[in-house]
């Protein structure tokens, strides 16, 4: 029932910006927490932000100052504003749904999930 279509995404040089859309479909953004993960080649994905169903949005910390999340509820889609970027925020990243509780960015408590978008940060 829910779907999730990413767009944006691309090449950028260290120090650009770039935002990600997380169009969703089948539920409304602000009945449930959407958020956004990454994962670079050999890594395990990770949590970077969130925001949850009340407006409340989560950082993991090596993207706090840089990164914005936000929502459109009108449009029922999500952003992900990246600002300064850096070669280390290289990554494919993902838009999820999901119904966190004690903890934000755990990967347990999301799906369905977007269809990834490649974010390379490069000079």
């Not at 040089?13 to 050999?42: E, N």
């Not at 889609?77 to 838009?95: G, I, P, R, W």
Request: one cysteine or more; proline letters at 3%; aromatic letters at 10%.
């Amino acid at each position: 029932q829910v779907q999730i279509v990413q767009s944006g995404g691309g090449l950028v040089q260290p120090g650009g910006s770039l935002r990600l859309s997380c169009a969703v479909s089948g539920t409304t953004v602000d009945s449930i927490a959407v958020g956004w993960f990454r994962q670079a080649p050999g890594k395990d994905r990770e949590g970077v932000s969130c925001i949850i169903s009340d407006g409340h949005t989560y950082y993991v910390d090596s993207v706090k100052g840089r990164f914005t999340i936000s929502r459109d509820n009108a449009k029922n889609t999500v952003y992900l504003q990246m600002n300064s970027l850096k070669v280390e925020d290289t990554a494919v990243y993902y838009c999820a749904t999901g119904y966190p509780s004690d903890y934000y960015l755990l990967e347990s408590d999301y799906g369905p999930w977007g269809q990834g978008t490649q974010v390379t940060v490069s000079s």
